[in-house]
């Protein structure tokens, strides 16, 4: 198991937190979830009817909510309708929740569960779609991410946005940077924040480059406290006698720890340059800047993964 999930099960163990389930009847999330219910770390709710479920797995510690025989669904069909603002009537509502995850999406909302945990059968617009629309983005973000823990041995760095945004424009980037600062914190890096290029510190000057130019900026002028840089080429970010050669003074060129790439392009690949030559494990990829964490599952995923990725979520949870 990696230090860092040890890490993460120290700080959720105890705090009683609530994770969605919409795939129970998935066995990878169901033996997942049973594990995590029986150690203790998190209380799972698992949706849909237990008599769906692989009855070989023991969910006697989970809470089991079938959307048809929910008590409470007259009041989460006003709360949705209330949330979209017009953009679904009540009899679609009532339709749209019986949908998991939807329906457990609604939970997190309501503040019954802290979190939710999706994708193993579902695709990522499934997962993602109704947590756009529900929870929503946290104040002063304007988008969620996908940033992806990198983790080799005693090495551990962050590179977002690898999953969602295909071409971000300066203001989210700079967003990007902070919540990304937040989440190295929370696996214990303190974070030194490069803004990516091919061009460091004005040596290309095209569209492109004046992007991360300006992203930089703004995302200094957000006053977050973290050391944020940029532009540079990931050489500078990262090692030292190159980082003091391409971008004098700065105090984050050649100490990069935290990495925030132009585009979806460049963010996806690099990640796994990093994975498949590199060594290096990736783990995510793991939803940033929502009100309440929701984090999507890859269909090749297995039972570690999803247990992997419930701990995380909870511990996002302890963020703000």
Same mark, same amino acid.
């Given at each position: 198991?990696?230090?860092?999930?040890?890490?993460?099960?120290?700080?959720?163990?105890?705090?009683?937190?609530?994770?969605?389930?919409?795939?129970?009847?998935?066995?990878?999330?169901?033996?997942?979830?049973?594990?995590?219910?029986?150690?203790?770390?998190?209380?799972?709710?698992?949706?849909?009817?237990?008599?769906?479920?692989?009855?070989?797995?023991?969910?006697?510690?989970?809470?089991?909510?079938?959307?048809?025989? %929910?008590?409470?669904?007259?009041?989460?069909?006003?709360?949705? /309708?209330?949330?979209?603002?017009?953009?679904?009537?009540?009899?679609?509502?009532?339709?749209?929740?019986?949908?998991?995850?939807?329906?457990?999406?609604?939970?997190? %909302?309501?503040?019954?569960?802290?979190?939710?945990?999706? *994708?193993?059968?579902?695709?990522?617009?499934?997962?993602?779609?109704?947590?756009?629309?529900?929870?929503?983005?946290?104040?002063?973000?304007?988008?969620?991410?996908?940033?992806?823990?990198?983790?080799?041995?005693?090495?551990?760095?962050?590179?977002? +946005?690898?999953?969602?945004?295909?071409?971000? +424009?300066?203001?989210?980037?700079?967003?990007? $940077?902070?919540?990304?600062?937040?989440?190295?914190?929370?696996?214990?890096?303190?974070?030194?924040?490069?803004?990516?290029?091919?061009?460091?510190?004005?040596?290309?000057?095209?569209?492109?480059?004046?992007? /991360?130019?300006?992203?930089?900026?703004?995302?200094?002028?957000?006053?977050?406290? %973290?050391?944020?840089?940029?532009?540079?080429? #990931?050489?500078?970010?990262?090692?030292?006698?190159?980082?003091?050669?391409?971008?004098? *003074?700065?105090?984050? $060129?050649?100490?990069?720890?935290?990495?925030? #790439?132009?585009?979806?392009?460049?963010?996806n690949i690099g990640y796994k340059i990093a994975q498949r030559l590199g060594g290096f494990e990736a783990m995510g990829p793991i939803l940033a800047g929502l009100n309440s964490p929701v984090n999507d599952l890859s269909r090749g995923c297995n039972a570690t993964d999803v247990y992997n990725t419930a701990i995380i979520t909870a $511990?996002?949870?302890?963020?703000?």
């Amino acid at each position: 198991m990696s230090s860092i999930i040890k890490e993460l099960k120290d700080k959720i163990t105890g705090k009683g937190l609530k994770i969605v389930f919409p795939e129970p009847t998935d066995l990878r999330v169901l033996e997942a979830a049973s594990k995590l219910s029986k150690e203790g770390l998190i209380q799972p709710i698992l949706i849909g009817k237990k008599k769906d479920f692989d009855q070989s797995v023991d969910v006697s510690s989970c809470i089991i909510i079938d959307p048809c025989d %929910y008590s409470k669904f007259d009041e989460m069909v006003a709360s949705f /309708v209330d949330r979209r603002k017009g953009k679904a009537t009540e009899e679609q509502a009532r339709t749209m929740l019986l949908n998991e995850n939807y329906f457990g999406t609604m939970l997190v %909302y309501m503040k019954k569960a802290d979190g939710l945990v999706s *994708g193993a059968i579902h695709s990522t617009g499934d997962t993602v779609r109704p947590a756009l629309q529900i929870i929503k983005t946290k104040p002063g973000v304007s988008k969620t991410f996908g940033y992806f823990l990198m983790v080799k041995e005693n090495e551990k760095y962050i590179f977002g +946005d690898c999953a969602i945004n295909p071409n971000p +424009d300066a203001p989210s980037l700079a967003e990007f $940077a902070v919540e990304s600062a937040k989440a190295a914190e929370m696996f214990g890096i303190e974070p030194k924040v490069a803004m990516l290029s091919f061009s460091s510190n004005g040596s290309a000057d095209t569209d492109e480059t004046k992007k /991360v130019v300006l992203a930089t900026k703004l995302a200094k002028e957000l006053n977050s406290g %973290y050391e944020i840089d940029g532009e540079m080429q #990931f050489d500078a970010a990262f090692v030292p006698a190159v980082g003091s050669k391409k971008f004098p *003074g700065s105090k984050v $060129a050649g100490h990069a720890n935290t990495f925030i #790439f132009p585009d979806l392009n460049s963010g996806n690949i690099g990640y796994k340059i990093a994975q498949r030559l590199g060594g290096f494990e990736a783990m995510g990829p793991i939803l940033a800047g929502l009100n309440s964490p929701v984090n999507d599952l890859s269909r090749g995923c297995n039972a570690t993964d999803v247990y992997n990725t419930a701990i995380i979520t909870a $511990a996002q949870t302890l963020l703000d």
